[in-house]
């Protein structure tokens, strides 16, 4: 019997081929859900807690970020004294976002309404910027969107496949 790596007998369909170990379904697929369904969700978390943030900051500086035609959207949803309402909304969900990460007692209602707020916020700042554009939507969206997709996973993920605590509420 032949013992080379090359061998082409009959045991060769018995041996895994590299094509197939090390291809697409067999490395990708499996990391990508991986990812996906069970990796830790902290710095996601820190990231949105430091947008959200800084959302809160820049619209309590003074200035007339409400008179800014990429906002309209976001006005005509607040109404009147809509960078003190949008401000709010803000500030709760950073404060809220920055307690789970760092809180040591696990809370299920409130990561989840926490959670469901940031959805609210980065999905309205995404669509509000989106629809005052006119097609195509240029490349200086895309952090607005991701920040929406991010808080989307965030808010799936909430005790799903993750351990109690502040590592994943």
Same mark, same amino acid.
């Given at each position: 019997? %032949? %013992? ?70 976001? #006005?005509?949803?607040?109404? %009147? ?47 509000? #910027? ?6 195509? #939507? &240029?490349?200086?969206?895309? &952090? ?16 799903? %496949? ?8």
């Amino acid at each position: 019997m %032949n %013992n080379s790596k090359h061998y082409g007998g009959a045991e060769r369909r018995k041996t895994m081929r590299p094509y197939v170990k090390y291809g697409f379904g067999r490395v990708f697929l499996p990391r990508l859900w991986s990812l996906i369904a069970h990796s830790d969700t902290t710095p996601t978390r820190f990231m949105l807690a430091i947008t959200a943030s800084m959302w809160a900051i820049l619209l309590a500086w003074p200035g007339d970020t409400s008179e800014r035609p990429t906002y309209a959207y976001m #006005v005509s949803i607040a109404g %009147n004294h809509a960078e003190l309402k949008w401000c709010t909304l803000w500030a709760l969900h950073a404060g809220g976002m920055w307690w789970r990460i760092f809180s040591s007692t696990p809370s299920a209602s409130w990561a989840l309404a926490i959670h469901t707020l940031g959805l609210a916020l980065f999905s309205s700042a995404a669509i509000g #910027v989106a629809m005052t554009i006119t097609p195509p #939507v &240029p490349a200086a969206t895309a &952090p607005d969107f991701v920040l929406a997709l991010a808080a989307f996973w965030v808010l799936v993920r909430t005790h799903i %496949n993750s351990e109690r605590g502040w590592r994943d509420d």
